[in-house]
Structure formats: structure tokens, C-alpha cells
């Protein structure tokens, strides 16, 4: 109520071993809903393979690209308005912050900024894969498979051994799949 009194949005993931058993249940009692059912799936990133994308260059967010990262974010996550300029403003400040954690790439489809995705380092070993959405414009095209072979070359490169995603089980996870992930 409280939440809902300030018009405030959140997100709560429910996991099979998230306590107590009946969480979800007790959730929908009180109104929030499942928007997503997601899978968590692991790849070897030594054996992964990469394929080559001819219509899609991919690269890390510098400043040169930072106003395609956000046009493609925005776009991919269906982000408008006011909404969207909260965004803009929120990356452009996690872009200057040096602790931020993590690396931020963007896709362009034949030109056009399409696609974004991050990556995380937990460890020496294992990379994570986040935040990954592409323009309904582009969906379909090869653009988020482009988006996801790159950050496990960069992976590669780091000589950082696996690689983890959530991935929506509607969307992202039966191609993550088709490319290898577990």
C-alpha cells in the first residue's frame, strides 16, 4: 500500500528457492502480478561459438556512441516521454561514474542504433550478461544474437571462463539457447 499510495513502482523476483514456499501467492494476493517468467542459463565461454553478424556492428559505450546507446534503450524497452528523459539522465550519470561495475554496449542494425546489452563481472570467472532489449523495429534480424556473441567475445578476451543471463523465457532465453547457453 505504501508503494501504491506514492504511485511508486517496484520489482520483486520470485526464485524456486525463495522463502517462504508460497511467496509468489501471498504477492498476488496483494496485487502485484508476474510480468516475466525468466530462466537463468550459463554458457562455457571457451567453447562458445561466434558467429560473424554482416549487418551488425556492435561496440562498447563510449562517448563518441552514448546517444545511440540511449535512442536504442529507450526504443527497446518502450521508453517514452518523460520516462525517457529519466533514463537518458540516469545513464548518462552511470556513464560518468568510473565504480560503476559494469560495461555497456550498443548494436546498430545497417546503421541504425537497434540494440543495447551490459556486462558485469562477478568474479575472475564468470561474466554476467544483463540488461539486454532491442527495438521492436529490429527484433527478428540477428541484432540481440550480434549483441550477445560480442559480450562473450569480450568475455573471451578477459580470459573469463563463463558466462550467466536471466533471460525472459518468452523472448531472450530460446535464443540464448540457440546459441549455446544452457
Known amino acids: 500500500e505504501k508503494y501504491r499510495a506514492r504511485n511508486i513502482s517496484f520489482r520483486w523476483y520470485?526464485?524456486?528457492?525463495?522463502?517462504?514456499?508460497?511467496?509468489?501467492?501471498?504477492?498476488?494476493?496483494?496485487?502485484p502480478t508476474r510480468i516475466h517468467e525468466m530462466a537463468g542459463l550459463y554458457a562455457d565461454v571457451k567453447g562458445f561459438p561466434i558467429k560473424a553478424y554482416s549487418d551488425v556492428r556492435v561496440e562498447e559505450v563510449n562517448d563518441l556512441n552514448i546517444d545511440d546507446y540511449i535512442k536504442a534503450s529507450n526504443a527497446g524497452w518502450g521508453q517514452t516521454g518523460a520516462a525517457a528523459e529519466k533514463v537518458k539522465a540516469s545513464i548518462y550519470s552511470d556513464f560518468k561514474n568510473?565504480?560503476?561495475?559494469?560495461?555497456?554496449?550498443?548494436?546498430?542494425?545497417?546503421?541504425?542504433?537497434?540494440?543495447?546489452?551490459?556486462l558485469r563481472l562477478i568474479d575472475s570467472e564468470?561474466?554476467?550478461?544483463?540488461?539486454?532489449?532491442?527495438?521492436?523495429?529490429?527484433?527478428?534480424?540477428?541484432?540481440?544474437?550480434?549483441?550477445?556473441?560480442?559480450?562473450?567475445?569480450?568475455?573471451?578476451?578477459?580470459?573469463?571462463?563463463?558466462?550467466?543471463?536471466?533471460?525472459?523465457?518468452?523472448t531472450s532465453a530460446p535464443i540464448c539457447q540457440k546459441l549455446g547457453f544452457l
Open 126 to 170: 564468470t561474466g554476467y550478461l544483463l540488461g539486454g532489449s532491442t527495438s521492436p523495429n529490429f527484433r527478428g534480424k540477428g541484432v540481440y544474437s550480434a549483441l550477445v556473441s560480442h559480450r562473450i567475445e569480450h568475455l573471451k578476451k578477459m580470459s573469463v571462463n563463463q558466462a550467466l543471463v536471466f533471460a525472459r523465457k518468452s
Open 98 to 118: 568510473p565504480n560503476r561495475g559494469y560495461s555497456s554496449f550498443v548494436a546498430w542494425y545497417k546503421g541504425e542504433p537497434a540494440s543495447t546489452g551490459m
Open 14 to 31: 520470485c526464485y524456486p528457492h525463495s522463502l517462504p514456499v508460497d511467496l509468489e501467492s501471498r504477492l498476488h494476493s496483494l496485487g
